[in-house]
């Protein structure tokens, strides 16, 4: 089943096009991430997502219930984590959790209460003010706050934005268990490594259009590849390697260059050929090609 | 639509909470103001003015205090609530919800009523002993009291969603809340203002409020209670149309 299908969304302000047709499919049981530079849309669809920006046109369906049409079963089935970090100054962290459970029509939710607070070391702050808190505590509080209605489908919106390491590692493991569990997640980070350990499959956004959308490993496979780096102290490359070259440099002891590859085997080949024109390598490095360089690609180009 | 639901009653009490957590501002304060309105006005005022015979002018003065101070904090109960989440983001909180329109609308305006009748019950207790109050007919000042809070509660609503900064909410309670209701007969009857004042204040429907609230304690009043009771649900009404086509709309919250 589609957990989130995004149809033909537009959105305009003013001049500016935040969104241009974006049309997505995010299936049920997925980790699904978001990617792009600031301004590319990211939060704008999420908001569209959670009800809280209206397109200019398209529809947006979560487990088959128009965001807009039927809001009231879309929600139902929806967390979200905004990336703002808001908070009401007015009640603790265990009122705040029963306060948004009751606005789902969870009166009695105590039990789950207790363990997505557990979940995220907010036990022993329970009974503590909002405004008492750290930006780490408060933020932990606004994921709680997603999930207090154990949603199917989780939409994180930059949620490690400006926190530290304990609490992501925290956040992941409770997010990855309820995954596991079944629930849909849908992440947009700035953390790129994050994205890669995390999702399965991810959508890139650039000036409100998906410019790339697969599964991380075909994404990485597709794009780049890996790289060898090689530092020649004598000689130069030959002709037949120099269409490989990425990023050639001249270092102090030589000329070096960054070959692209797609299977290890080439590697040898490389070797060989550089061996049997004499050149001398003085150094070398096979590096796997990661998501920041799928990131920097395609955001150069503007496509796949 | 359903109006006992629990997210509907889960927003009433955390509207309730939000108020009563900092009673001694939005309940004690305005209850010592008053007070001291009654005082002041009172004592310069006792034996120079009667406006209906047999009443002094502090026992007419307390109705009126009563009814401005429903009217007053029920506005800032819904206007203060929606304005402070609405800049701080944690409106966002209410939008993710499933709750509808209708229930967001109920739930903002009840908890202003409950703030502005906690406090106008609160002035009337401290005030009462000033002054003897006859309570001709009982029915009508809690019908005055509910139709007033309920509009005040709806003004705040529709001036929280208008606002965007805290001066334009300051704008609309100091140019249209607090002339409307200085100039509606809490300190005075508007039969003693001159002809063209008379006509304008016939056109301030908080004056049919606190004309008909008054009615209920004296069994005297500028204007038929029935006449008032009509003009001030009609003007609930329209304006309880206006805020929930805001809400469904999405003006200023969903943009």
Not at chain 1, 3 to 25: C, D, F, H, P, T
Not at chain 1, 179 to 205: D, F, I, P, S
Not at chain 2, 128 to 156: D, E, N, R, Y
Request: hydrophobic content about 50%; proline content about 3%; overall charge neutral.
């Amino acid at each position: 089943m589609t957990a989130i299908q995004i149809s033909n969304v537009e959105k305009r302000y003013k001049s500016l096009q935040a969104l241009g047709g974006v049309s997505l499919a995010i299936e049920e049981g997925e980790f699904f991430g978001l990617l792009g530079p600031n301004g590319a849309g990211k939060t704008t669809l999420i908001s569209i997502i959670a009800g809280l920006i209206r397109p200019d046109a398209g529809s947006v369906a979560i487990h088959g219930h128009d965001v807009t049409a039927d809001f009231r079963n879309a929600r139902k089935k929806l967390g979200v984590v905004p990336q703002e970090l808001v908070f009401d100054p007015f009640f603790t962290v265990r009122e705040t959790l029963r306060l948004q459970s009751g606005y789902f029509g969870l009166a009695n939710n105590d039990a789950w209460i207790d363990e997505v607070m557990h979940n995220l070391d907010l036990t022993n702050k329970a009974d503590v003010n909002m405004r008492a808190l750290s930006g780490g505590m408060k933020r932990r509080v606004l994921v709680a706050q997603a999930l207090v209605h154990k949603p199917p489908v989780i939409v994180l919106d930059e949620p490690t934005a400006g926190v530290d390491v304990e609490l992501r590692q925290t956040l992941w493991k409770f997010i990855s268990r309820l995954n596991r569990e079944g629930h849909t997640v849908v992440l947009t980070t700035h953390y790129l490594e994050e994205a890669q350990a995390m999702c399965k499959r991810v959508a890139m956004l650039k000036s409100g259009q998906v410019v790339a959308l697969d599964s991380m490993a075909s994404l990485i496979r597709r794009i780049s590849g890996s790289q060898l780096m090689v530092n020649l102290s004598h000689g130069d490359l030959t002709d037949d390697l120099r269409h490989l070259v990425t990023h050639p440099e001249t270092s102090e002891h030589g000329k070096k260059y960054s070959l692209r590859i797609n299977e290890y085997a080439e590697v040898e080949q490389i070797l060989t050929r550089l061996r049997t024109s004499g050149a001398v390598i003085d150094e070398m490095q096979l590096q796997q090609a990661d998501l920041e360089d799928i990131f920097l690609q395609i955001m150069d180009k503007g496509t796949v | 639509m359903n109006f006992i639901s629990a997210g509907f009653r889960t927003l009433v009490y955390k509207e309730s909470l939000r108020f009563w957590k900092v009673a001694t501002q939005t309940i004690a304060a305005p209850i010592l103001t008053a007070m001291l309105y009654l005082l002041i006005f009172g004592h310069v005022l006792e034996g120079r003015v009667t406006v209906y015979a047999g009443v002094t002018y502090t026992a007419f003065l307390i109705p009126g205090l009563v009814m401005m101070s429903i009217l007053q904090n029920a506005f800032a109960n819904s206007s203060s609530s929606l304005i402070q989440s609405k800049i701080t983001g944690n409106l966002v909180f209410v939008l993710l919800t499933p709750l509808s329109h209708w229930e967001i609308f109920s739930a903002y305006v009840i908890a202003a009523m409950a703030r502005g009748l906690a406090v106008g019950l609160g002035v009337f207790i401290a005030t009462t002993w000033f002054a003897h109050l006859s309570f001709v007919w009982p029915l009508w000042i809690v019908v005055f009291a509910l139709l007033g809070a309920a509009i005040l509660g709806t003004m705040g609503l529709i001036a929280g969603i208008w606002a965007e900064k805290f001066d334009q909410l300051a704008a609309f309670q100091n140019f249209l809340i607090m002339p409307l209701t200085f100039l509606s007969g809490v300190f005075y009857s508007i039969h003693s203002l001159p002809p063209f004042w008379l006509t304008i204040s016939h056109l301030n429907p908080f004056f049919y409020m606190i004309d008909g609230f008054r009615y209920g304690f004296f069994g005297q009043s500028d204007v038929n209670p029935l006449v008032s009771v009509a003009i001030v649900s009609g003007f609930l009404v329209a304006l309880s149309l206006l805020a929930i086509r805001l809400l469904r709309s999405g003006y200023r919250l969903r943009h």
